[in-house]
């Protein structure tokens, strides 16, 4: 029997629950000091694909301008508008639960879910997320992009350990099924 890969949230986020300002900006992030690299690289070889949102794609080609920085993964963005894929992602706008389930199925590691919240939010409505990986930053960024938006049904997480890379907090949950 295969085992069944989980779907993962891994984030950072403001103290008042926000994964970037209004005009997706992140500066506030890394204007704190953290640790190493705050446990991104453990957290990168237990996945082997990675699934974003057409804005988080589109920020993070105008960032990364050197390469690709998931090279290697299979990356999916999800998207509203039709788009060739290319050499480092495949463009899916189909049922996102159906999608989600054959993938998990699918023999391989986790899966990460990194934003954005449109796309988070999907994900969290429609109850595909196994756990959740939260780096805190101690920072009040005031207004922006939520980290979650409002639902109508509690999600209860068993709380599996609490990291400090200095002044972040990372919070690592399962989500009760």
Known sequence: MIKKRKIVLFIATSLDGYIATEDDSLEWLFNVEGEGDNGYSEFYDTVDTVIMGRRTYDWLLEQESESFPYEGKECYVFSRTVSKDNENVKFFSEN????????????????????????????INDKLVDEMIITVSPVLIGKGIPLFKEVDFETELTLKSINRFNQFAELHYEVKK
């Open 96 to 123: 996102v639960v159906d999608f989600t389930n054959q993938l998990k199925n699918k023999e391989g590691k986790n899966i990460w879910v990194m934003g954005g919240g449109d796309l988070i939010h999907s994900f």
